[in-house]
């Protein structure tokens, strides 16, 4: 498939929504309801992700589930439409547990492109707008990813990774100055070897958790990043979805 040569126009790339976790932190709200389905300001969180991504023009998602994954399930064929194929990457049905992030990626490589996008289902960024130049900028670099980074908040202050504004490098060594957001553009070759050893597909329900993959690759000077200033909460706590009103 030809790149669109539109530059308003998303090229033709993939996505991924996180919504596997229990969230834990969240009981006694997540005991019936899984934390993406969660009301935020009138609609369930990961519906602000999921119309920001079909208004940006990426129409082929992948969804994962464990916890009551059932009703995810449920919500996202409501949304699949002649536009949108959104497909279910069933954890809890296929091995009993969620595989954490890069094992569930894996998992759903073999529906994925080149390029696609990651993000959290639990996380709410409502400013936040999928780019096309921002992708392909990152599909012309030798990235293998390309995240974006937050001020570190109340609840995490010591961060995640050192971002250089210079170079736009993001580094795992060093003092954190800033904290992953969980937004992300990857490309295939991460969830590959050399990076990882999980064959694709993940047949064998490994569970892996992205981190060790993003600071391999960052040490190797693959992985570029830029702070995002927008609204953004990590939806962890009852309080912090109370906060959002």
């Given at each position: 498939?030809?790149?669109?040569?539109?530059?308003?126009t998303?090229?033709?790339?993939?996505?991924?929504?996180?919504?596997?976790?229990?969230?834990?932190?969240?009981?006694?709200?997540?005991?019936?309801?899984?934390?993406?389905?969660?009301?935020?300001?009138?609609?369930?969180?990961?519906?602000?992700?999921?119309?920001?991504?079909?208004?940006?023009?990426?129409?082929?998602?992948?969804v994962?589930t464990?916890?009551?994954?059932e009703?995810?399930?449920?919500?996202?064929?409501?949304?699949?439409?002649?536009?949108?194929?959104?497909?279910?990457?069933?954890?809890?049905?296929?091995?009993?547990?969620?595989?954490?992030t890069?094992?569930?990626?894996?998992?759903?490589?073999?529906?994925?492109?080149?390029?696609?996008?990651?993000?959290?289902?639990?996380?709410?960024?409502?400013?936040?707008?999928?780019?096309?130049?921002?992708?392909?900028?990152?599909?012309?670099?030798?990235?293998?990813?390309?995240?974006?980074?937050?001020?570190?908040?109340?609840?995490?202050?010591?961060?995640?990774?050192?971002?250089?504004?210079?170079?736009?490098?993001?580094?795992?060594?060093?003092?954190?100055?800033?904290?992953?957001?969980?937004?992300?553009?990857?490309?295939?070759?991460?969830?590959?070897?050399?990076?990882?050893?999980?064959?694709?597909?993940?047949?064998?329900?490994?569970?892996?958790?992205?981190?060790?993959?993003?600071?391999?690759?960052?040490?190797?000077?693959?992985?570029?990043?830029?702070?995002?200033?927008?609204?953004?909460?990590?939806?962890?706590?009852?309080?912090?979805?109370?906060?959002?009103?």
């Amino acid at each position: 498939m030809s790149e669109p040569t539109d530059r308003h126009t998303m090229p033709p790339v993939s996505a991924m929504i996180l919504a596997a976790g229990r969230g834990m932190r969240m009981r006694p709200l997540t005991d019936h309801t899984p934390k993406p389905l969660l009301p935020v300001r009138g609609r369930a969180l990961m519906d602000w992700p999921l119309q920001a991504l079909q208004d940006a023009g990426v129409h082929d998602i992948v969804v994962n589930t464990a916890w009551l994954g059932e009703q995810i399930e449920a919500h996202c064929a409501a949304w699949s439409d002649a536009r949108a194929r959104i497909r279910v990457s069933s954890e809890g049905r296929d091995f009993g547990y969620a595989l954490e992030t890069a094992g569930g990626v894996v998992r759903a490589l073999p529906h994925l492109g080149e390029v696609f996008w990651v993000l959290a289902g639990d996380v709410f960024a409502p400013d936040f707008v999928f780019q096309p130049d921002t992708v392909r900028r990152f599909i012309a670099s030798e990235a293998l990813a390309h995240i974006w980074l937050v001020p570190n908040p109340e609840h995490h202050p010591r961060g995640d990774f050192r971002f250089d504004p210079a170079s736009a490098l993001v580094h795992a060594d060093g003092t954190p100055t800033h904290t992953f957001s969980t937004v992300g553009l990857y490309k295939r070759a991460l969830f590959q070897a050399p990076w990882t050893d999980i064959p694709e597909g993940n047949p064998q329900g490994s569970a892996a958790p992205l981190a060790p993959l993003l600071r391999g690759a960052m040490a190797a000077g693959r992985v570029s990043g830029e702070v995002y200033s927008g609204a953004w909460t990590d939806v962890g706590t009852p309080e912090r979805l109370k906060a959002l009103g």
